[in-house]
């Protein structure tokens, strides 16, 4: 701590140390005037500045918030698949914060996409904790990098929003380790963020708010994380408790009850005093860097940072099939259909809603790009809500949910007169957002019912889907190609154009898998729980890590997208063929254009264990980068695979272990299509530990070196060898059936060696 701070915080009174771990309104942290302690504000985030007009106001999201570039949400950036990309978008919202005065942006939000219904799931990067890890740190670097905090959210296991603020998360350590905290982990060791905000669920029984082992033991004591837990915004049940547990600061204020609580712990020795100072010390820490780096008259170019979101926009989209409809062609008639053509959707409702400084409209967009060689026509088609969510969802009804069979015909009419056509369609508002889950994956019936009359009209249908997170596509079959937009942000008209008429070659891969049905999802029969717990009863395996077990075809795998390219894997080599796990192998894959034009293509790295004694999954994702190729060019990368990439979280050891043996390295271009493999051995000196007792089988013993040379003499290795499957599985305390002279003494003797 600084000499400074520590200081500071001697002169403080009990009262003001206790209050300090409390915003003092919505957005601010509390100052303390007598000793020149000032105060910082904090915003949402994540993909744009959310500073609402009276930002003193006590109600959440109470007040209209000022213009802010709104940039592509995290369902949408992640498919960029591109860390640099992420720290540009982090530099540009830094310098948004700090033309607004603030000091920390409440973002980003790594959280696993467990089920696709998790309503705040475009919010969220990916089902895979590497991609969102990794993307995260870009973000946070490029924030950070401009002298403005930022807030990793939402600490953890977090995934749904039914009963979000009291549900229990029940989920095994392994999982816990190997899913739902490698996405907190990578960031906080890559980009170190100033602050962590700590989720509204329980986790195994206890708030997360006032859970020591993850606030503290593992936040701080083994990722070493250095600035301050804050609250999610009435997370906190007992404030004493949080202190204790290493829960800094309490958003938004918690009132007179909260400084009282920390009071009064104190006081009754519950509360080291000591621990409210290092609480007080972390976030003055944060709130001096903050002031130090407010600059009074810093500002933006407004049209620079939109054309920043367009081409931003333009590297997540995902081209998810194409029969050769697109790009589309300067001339000829088009057709526009889909009341989202002129009122896009392009973000999701709830904390992370933003007033744009600006929105392209996609069908001015297309109209503008087609130039005056084609005819452009635009038909309604369904009916969008009047109220939009710019709050957290009402859940009425969506009139888009009700077919409007005048629009419909119209529609259907428009298409059958035109060459082409391209349908926008995707989620309306009160399908999707922070504060409840989706129930099913469809898009609203009058949607389907629209593309359905407009297919048997026109053979060359381009659906262009706007929404945060999958649908279900039974029409499939019926259209040419389809473009997932996602929630493209502000810029998302114009993003649309230029990938349609191919001035910009689309390069976005999926960072979650399609199912074809939610059925298929792992989480399916869980969740969201029930009597308020939510149980992660399938573990490990979820997104690509179980449809590639399962062998249950997606409808779109993890890391898919296709491009106006094509694109050949033409070479792997690594650096050596054995390392140990202390080492680490250097993987070079070499890709080719093979196309006409030139095209990025995201190069995916996957490792399998070949043989392991725990359930893995059939390839975890360890590296991937975007690589620009011109026709005809090829390029090596390479990746670092270090002892992370092989191992697995051992609950016996309580750590990270490899099993020594062969691993695969695979690359492609999706989780599907790993054309090229190679194999290293990585030694390692984790054993399994096992404890020998009379229960143990005599397999546990033969597969032991010593266990094998003991039963060997007593039996001989040729009767060992032969000794048939169900021998195996006895237990030694049933030898004695067939080796009266194996009694429980000889028994426990065994057992004995082979324990020490
Ligand atoms: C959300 C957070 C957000 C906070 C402040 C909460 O409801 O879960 O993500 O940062 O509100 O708006």
Known sequence: MRKDIEKLISEMTLEEKAGLCSGIDSWHTMPVNRLQIPSIMMTDGPHGVRKERDDTEKGLLSTPSYPATCFPTASALACSWDTELMRKLGETLGDECLASGVSILLGPGVNIKRSPLCGRNFEYYSEDPFLAGKLAAGLINGVQSKGVGTSLKHFAANNQETQRLT??????????????LTNFEIPVKEARPWTVMCAYNKLNGEYCSENKRLLTDILRGE??????????????????????????????????????????????GKLPESTLDAAVGHILEKVFEGTENIRKNAAYDKQEHHELARSIAGECMVLLKNDGVLPLERKGTLAVIGAFAEKPRF??????????????????????????????????????????????????????D????????????????????????GLPDIFESEGYDRTHMRLPLGQLELLDAVAKKSKNIVVVLMNGSPVEMPWLESVNGVLEAYLGGQAVGGAVADI??????????????????????????????????????????????????????????????????????????????????????????????????????TVQVYV???????????????????????????????????????????????????????????????????????????????????????????????????????????????LIKSLPPFVLQLPLRSIHMHMPEMNDEAIAGLTDVLNS
């Open 402 to 425: 009700i077919p409007d069979e005048k629009l419909i015909a119209e529609a259907a009419e428009a298409a059958a007169k035109a060459d082409k056509t391209v349908v926008f369609l």
């Open 608 to 718: 399998r264990d070949v043989l392991s004694t725990v359930p893995r999954p059939e390839k975890e994702l360890k590296g991937f980068t975007k690589v620009s190729l011109e026709p005809g060019e090829e390029k090596t990368v390479s990746f670092a695979l270090g002892k992370r990439a092989f191992a697995f979280w051992d609950e016996e050891t309580n750590d990270w272990q490899v099993e020594a043996g062969e691993f695969e390295i695979l690359a492609g271009g999706s989780s599907a299509e790993t054309p090229l493999r190679k194999t290293v051995i990585v030694n390692s000196s984790y054993v399994k530990k096992v404890h020998f007792t009379r229960n143990s089988t005599i397999g546990d013993v033969l597969a032991d070196t010593v266990g094998y040379g003991i039963l060997a003499e007593i039996a001989g290795e040729e």
């Open 223 to 268: 990722w070493g994380f250095d600035g301050f837990v804050m609250s999610d915004w009435g997370a906190v049940n007992e404030r004493d408790d949080g202190v204790l547990a290493g829960l800094d600061l309490e958003m938004p204020s918690g009132g007179e009850d909260s400084l009282n609580k920390i009071v009064a712990a104190v006081k009754s």
């Open 500 to 601: 349609l008429f191919g001035d910009v070659n689309p390069s976005g891969k999926l960072a979650e898998t399609f199912p074809m049905k939610i059925s298929d999802n792992p989480s399916y029969l869980y969740f969201p729980g029930m009597r308020n717990k939510a149980e992660y009863r399938e573990g490990i395996f979820i997104g690509y890590r179980y449809y590639e077990k399962k062998q249950i075809a997606p409808l779109f795998p993890f890391g898919f997208g296709l491009s106006y390219t094509t694109f050949a894997y033409t070479g792997i080599e690594t650096d050596c063929n054995e390392i140990d796990d202390d080492g680490a192998v250097t993987v070079k894959v070499t890709v080719k254009n093979t196309g006409r034009v030139a095209g990025k293509e």
């Open 167 to 180: 549900t229990d998360t029940i989920v095994d350590e392994r999982t816990l380790r190997e899913i739902y």
């Open 347 to 400: 973000q999701g409702g709830g904390s992370s809603h933003i007033t744009p400084t600006v929105l392209s409209i996609p069908l001015d967009e297309i109209k503008k790009s087609a130039g005056g060689g084609v005819t452009v026509t635009y038909c309604e088609g369904y009916r969008l809500d009047e109220e939009q969510a710019d709050d957290f969802g009402t859940g009425f009804e969506s009139l888009s």
